[in-house]
């Protein structure tokens, strides 16, 4: 089956760069989508088609997906993006997701 | 306001059946497919089952195949999963999510099952 890898946790600095990786075979011939999701909350999309933003989704957030791997970039990241975000992608009629990434802004 | 509402988790022994339940509004709820989504207990995002806008096509998770049904109900705004022969490794938050192009852009709260 299908399998998508992400680290298991990643730390940014404030006003730093944050990127997320998530890996799989020939995964730049797929869409992938990235969720947020904060303790006891419901997860949010925060990019779909690699790297199309929902509306009220902050510019901060971007996606780009090539080859091996996609990447979900946070720009100037702040402390309220401090969550686990999940890669999800389609194949063969079922859909799969990566084991999910800490973020910790320290 | 988009909105799903998640209902029919509970406590129930393993072997047993459950049913869940999710009701959509603040769109056009027979326009979208709809996917279950669960979570264990500290664990990650876990597919579980999708069902196409009109019902015709379903795919399940191999982990639930022959196990869980996903069904719908255009007329209630309701889509369903059925759960028989229930484990302990299916104790998890159940989500319904609404599908978008290659993914789900609205989810509901959530659902706790507890197998036990």
């Known amino acids: 089956s299908y399998e998508l890898t992400q680290p298991p946790s990643v730390s940014v600095s404030p006003g730093q760069t944050a990127s997320i990786t998530c890996s799989g075979d020939k995964l730049g011939d797929k869409h992938v989508c990235w969720y947020q999701q904060k303790p006891g909350q419901s997860p949010v999309l925060v990019i779909y088609e690699d790297i199309k933003r929902p509306s009220g989704i902050p510019e901060r957030f971007s996606g780009s997906n090539s080859g091996n791997t996609a990447t979900l970039t946070i720009s100037g990241t702040q402390a309220v993006d401090e969550a686990d975000y999940y890669c999800?992608?389609?194949?063969?009629?079922?859909?799969?997701f990566g084991g999910g990434t800490k973020l910790t802004v320290l | 306001q988009v909105q799903l509402v998640e209902s029919g988790g509970g406590v129930v022994q393993p072997g047993r059946s459950l049913r869940l339940s999710c009701v959509g509004t603040?769109?056009?709820?027979?326009?979208?497919?709809m996917h279950w989504v669960r979570q264990a207990p500290g664990k990650g995002l876990e597919w579980v089952a999708v069902i196409s806008y009109d019902g015709s096509d379903k795919y399940y998770a191999d982990s639930v195949k022959g196990r869980f049904t996903i069904s719908r109900d255009n007329s209630k705004n309701t889509v369903y999963l059925q759960m028989n022969s229930l484990r302990a490794e299916d104790t998890a938050v159940f989500y319904c999510?609404?599908?978008?192009?290659?993914?789900?852009?609205?989810w509901g709260q959530g659902t706790t099952v507890t197998v036990s």
């Open positions: 999510a609404k599908s978008i192009w290659y993914g789900m852009d609205v």
């Open positions: 999800q992608a389609w194949d063969s009629r079922t859909v799969v």
């Open positions: 603040g769109f056009t709820f027979n326009n979208y497919d």
